[in-house]
């Protein structure tokens, strides 16, 4: 008799696509928007700068849930963790954000997405 042994799943689970969707899509639409803030003179260590940068990294971050990287999910959880800190001196925006940080952490770290995650190479 064979051990009771979990199938190993072939398909990202929809939840996981849904959150990886949510960080692209966040990183293209701030992008986009914020894009429109930089002129020729803005310092390159502008606050203007950081926001392009962070949302660059919702974007490498989303690309990389599709594929299966582990440590994309630390990464998920990290940028959303930051934009909590971030928006502590607005109740309603820290409240919404730690709503979607424990969203992201339940899915992201459910059982089915930790068998996908650990299925997958590199």
């Not at 002129?39 to 392009?52: C, H, I, K, Q, R």
């Not at 709503?99 to 590199?122: E, K, Q």
Request: avoid cysteine; aromatic fraction near 10%; charged fraction near 10%.
């Amino acid at each position: 008799m064979e051990p009771n042994v979990a199938a190993k799943p072939s398909q990202r689970p929809l939840l996981v696509t849904l959150v990886a969707l949510v960080l692209a899509a966040s990183g293209v639409v701030g992008l986009i928007y914020h894009g429109s803030e930089l002129s020729t003179n803005t310092p390159l260590l502008s606050e203007a700068y950081g926001v392009l940068l962070l949302r660059l990294v919702a974007i490498v971050t989303g690309i990389f849930l599709f594929r299966g990287a582990n440590w994309a999910r630390w990464a998920a959880l990290a940028w959303i963790a930051f934009h909590v800190i971030i928006s502590v001196p607005d109740l309603g925006k820290t409240l919404a954000h730690v709503i979607i940080l424990a969203i992201f952490a339940a899915v992201l770290f459910s059982r089915n997405a930790g068998t996908w995650f650990r299925t997958r190479p590199g």
